[in-house]
């Protein structure tokens, strides 16, 4: 762990400490180091051939915020099955502690099943614990939105009711995305006004906000919007 540590100070970058912990309100910047998501996934490419690594994803919690991030960069580095990356993030996620530690990994090995992945977000989803719910709804944006869509989520994700805003935002992100990859579907639910307020709001202005949305339909989302 202390040789880990030492490596990371190595790659420490002040001024991008200071730049990143404002875009984390909610963390003690004590914590954050500074290192760079390039270097830090350089990094973790390095440790997976290393026996190291093994006693390093086994050390939780971790103290610094990099650290988090490195674990997750081994586990995608790490992971050849579907069932090994399933079981290391699982491990991981109940220490997971920020959105941005939340959404900066995604094994590739996921995608050797799919099918099973889905059912592991219905899980993740109904976890009590804010991030693992919040990795759910992320996982469903990156691989069940294109030709792997299945309508029903529209409806699951419109029963999560919550006041959490890292779970709300999430939600927000994944019906924007919806919106431009999966418009027909989607668009009842807003004209339906099936969402929170919040979520319905925040849903709109993000997809307003992509270029892959033409100025007729931006247009029409304006109108949707909820006074």
């Not at 730049?19 to 440790?47: N, Q, W």
């Not at 977000?121 to 976890?127: D, G, R, V």
């Not at 935002?169 to 307020?197: C, G, H, N, V």
Request: net charge neutral; hydrophobic share 40%.
């Amino acid at each position: 762990m202390k040789k880990i540590e030492e490596k990371l100070f190595a790659l420490q970058d002040l001024q991008y400490r200071d730049f990143h912990s404002r875009l984390m309100p909610d963390y003690k910047k004590d914590f954050v180091i500074g290192v760079r998501t390039p270097a830090l996934r350089k990094l973790a490419k390095e440790l997976a051939k290393d026996k190291d690594s093994e006693v390093f994803l086994k050390e939780l919690p971790h103290k610094y915020y990099e650290e988090n991030n490195l674990h997750a960069y081994l586990i995608e580095n790490i992971a050849k099955t579907f069932e090994e990356a399933v079981m290391l993030t699982e491990k991981f996620l109940p220490y997971v502690d920020n959105w941005a530690t939340c959404d900066t990994f995604s094994p590739k090995a996921f995608k050797k099943d799919l099918n099973a992945l889905y059912d592991k977000t219905l899980e993740w989803m109904n976890s009590s614990h804010v991030y693992t719910v919040r990795y759910g709804i992320v996982t469903q944006l990156q691989h069940f939105l294109d030709v792997e869509f299945r309508k029903e989520m529209l409806d699951i994700m419109a029963e999560i009711h919550t006041e959490e805003y890292y779970i709300n935002m999430a939600i927000a992100w994944y019906y924007s995305f919806a919106l431009i990859k999966q418009y027909t579907a989607t668009i009842p639910l807003f004209e339906e006004r099936r969402l929170d307020k919040w979520v319905h709001n925040k849903s709109l202005q993000k997809a307003i906000e992509s270029y892959r949305i033409d100025k007729e339909t931006k247009d029409y989302l304006r109108s949707l919007k909820i006074k």
